[in-house]
């Protein structure tokens, strides 16, 4: 378990890390200020703490990533949360988007195909007082029935196509942001629901994620 301290030297790497976002683009003052919050070396086993504030993806286990800080950011930018919106990610990993959402909301489901990594994230965000999020063990392409509906819906995995039931479960004016492509690269799509049966698509920039598995993913 990683140390629960929040240094001045980790709070001063973090902001370093903010500007660099800022640099690239990322504008959105409530998401810096998230960013800014969060401490992701509490993410890190320990002794790769000295990574937590590059930008960069980093290893956690089961073959899969904390997403670079970047990555966070921008789909979380383009999320749009509001204040009192529902939210839901699919891929909860290492806890640290999950985190960062937590900061714009109180509403967010967190759900997470790897039952290893499920249980090491509850324990984790339980013991840094992120424990507000629900968090849920299954296949996230299938979305949260239960849950729905919801104003966002964040896909940190690269997905084959846009899952129908994502779709199905966004509430009219949601959000679906979500990495889709083949296996080597994956433009980012936001698909907002303007109506019942009334869907519209935006493309972005190419990113490179770990593969979505379940129904609606790679199988
Ligand atoms: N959001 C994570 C974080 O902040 O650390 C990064 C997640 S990692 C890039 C993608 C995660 O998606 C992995 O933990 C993987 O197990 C999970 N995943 C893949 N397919 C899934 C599915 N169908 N449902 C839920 N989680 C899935």
Redesign the pocket.
Known sequence: MPTLQDTYRHQGRRRALVRELRQRGIHDERVLAALAAVPRHL?FEPAFEAHAYQDK?FP?G?G????QPYT?AYQTQLLGVQPHDRVL????????????LLHLTPHVS?????EV?FAR?RLLLAGLGAGGATLHC?????GLPDRAPFDGILV??GAPGLPPALLRQLRVGGRLVIPVGDNQTQRMVRVTREGPESFVREEFENFR?????????WR
Do not use: H, M, R
């Open positions: 993410f993806a956690i089961e899969q990533t904390i997403s966070v990610e699919v891929g909860t990993g290492s806890g640290y988007q999950c985190a960062v967190s759900i997470e195909f790897n990594l994230t299954g296949d996230g392409s299938l940190t995995a994620f770990v593969p979505l598995l379940g129904a609606s993913g």
